[in-house]
């Protein structure tokens, strides 16, 4: 009997000391986490500021390049009545402005949203830019709230498709407030898959303050890309920073953020794109998009395209049947905008990416 109590305390006591063990083991790896992340938002950093002076050395030749701090709405605060806690979020712009303008004249201003969920205005953009600028476009790119390169609690003051929409606008109103040569009744806004869905977002909720859009492939709904998606991508969500609830949890905070409940809104000059083999933001999620602007009888304009290489990039990348496709975008931009040199051909395009364009 004393042999069974004696083992019988062995093995509780050897089970004890296994799940301290794992407790101490699971504490080390939380820390470990930690520190890779800190980590990571410094290496995020330092791709941020080797992308500021790439910025230079790529459009320098043909703009002046600013980057200025300017400030959105509070951020959500975990503690409301906190120190500062009702303080505007303060957060970047990248500013172009074309070389040779005439500053007594008004140019008309683009909008320029990134994409990605922790994305930043990268030099991804770079031939894009120099197209824009090419035609007398001003350009401003805003950082908003969860753009990568600026920390970690800027990263997790992400606010996907609500406050991030009204950093935007803090943009634009920003640049007709401080530069007398922006028209302030010729302003475009253009984005690409997030970028589109903020573009969206921005003409439904301030919709005399934009000429024109333009959104490439965008999300659209992200009620139903959470059913598509990986659960990594839908953690970007329901983290506790962030949204705080999965769409099951809470599907109407997810409407809220997703432009195809918002159709009836559009009063703006509308061009949208899509492509069938896009790998990211898949096709019947803008063809969605689509049809509830048809039945909600708004004019716009859209282009399905048929499995065009690059996929979610396929009009934004330097094939010469992408550049064909930007042409047309451009076209349409023009139309409303105004712009002093449109780029009427392949000709001009390869021009726009190497030359400065000094005609306005």
């Given at each position: ?5 004696v ?14 063990q794992?407790s ?6 939380t ?19 080797t ?8 459009v ?12 959105g ?14 303080n505007?979020?303060?957060?970047n ?20 949203v ?18 824009l600028?090419a ?14 390169g600026?920390?970690?609690?800027f ?25 007398s ?8 806004v ?55 609830k999965?769409?099951r ?67 934004r ?34 021009k ?9």
């Amino acid at each position: 009997m004393k042999k069974i109590f004696v083992l019988w305390v062995l093995f509780v006591f050897s089970g004890a000391v296994v799940k301290s063990q794992d407790s101490n083991l699971a504490n080390q790896l939380t820390e470990l986490q930690k520190t890779v992340n800190a980590y990571q938002h410094r290496f995020d950093a330092l791709e941020k500021n080797t992308d500021d002076v790439l910025w230079h050395h790529r459009v320098g030749d043909a703009a002046f390049i600013d980057k200025v701090i300017i400030a959105g709405p509070p951020a959500k605060a975990k503690n409301p009545t906190g120190l500062g806690a009702d303080n505007p979020l303060k957060f970047n712009a990248y500013i172009f402005i074309p070389k040779g303008i005439d500053l007594k004249k008004k140019y008309p201003l683009i909008v320029l949203v990134h994409g990605g969920v922790h994305g930043n205005f990268g030099t991804y953009y770079t031939h894009i830019v120099r197209e824009l600028m090419a035609q007398g476009y001003i350009i401003v790119a805003p950082e908003y709230r969860g753009s990568s390169g600026y920390g970690e609690s800027f990263w997790k003051a992400i606010d996907y498709g609500g406050l991030e929409v009204q950093d935007s606008e803090a943009s634009r109103a920003y640049m007709v407030e401080n530069y007398s040569f922006v028209d302030k009744d010729r302003v475009g806004v253009v984005g690409w898959s997030h970028g589109g869905l903020i573009s969206l977002m921005s003409v439904f909720q301030y919709p005399d303050n934009y000429k024109v859009c333009f959104a490439g492939v965008p999300v659209s709904d992200l009620v139903a890309r959470m059913g598509y998606s990986t659960d990594s991508y839908r953690e970007l969500f329901s983290a506790d920073y962030h949204i705080g609830k999965t769409v099951r949890e809470d599907v109407e905070e997810y409407r809220r953020r997703s432009p195809i409940w918002h159709v009836d809104k559009l009063n703006t000059p509308l061009l949208i794109h899509t492509n069938t083999n896009d790998d990211d933001v898949h096709v019947l999620e803008v063809e969605s998009l689509i049809r509830a602007l048809k039945a909600a009888d708004k004019k716009f304009e859209y282009e399905i395209f048929k499995d065009i290489p690059g996929g979610h990039s396929f009009d934004r990348i330097d094939l010469r049947q992408s550049r064909e496709i930007r042409l047309r975008i451009w076209s349409f931009l023009a139309k409303h905008l105004r712009p002093p040199s449109p780029l009427k051909n392949l000709y001009d395009m390869e021009k726009a990416a190497y030359v400065p364009a000094t005609n306005y």
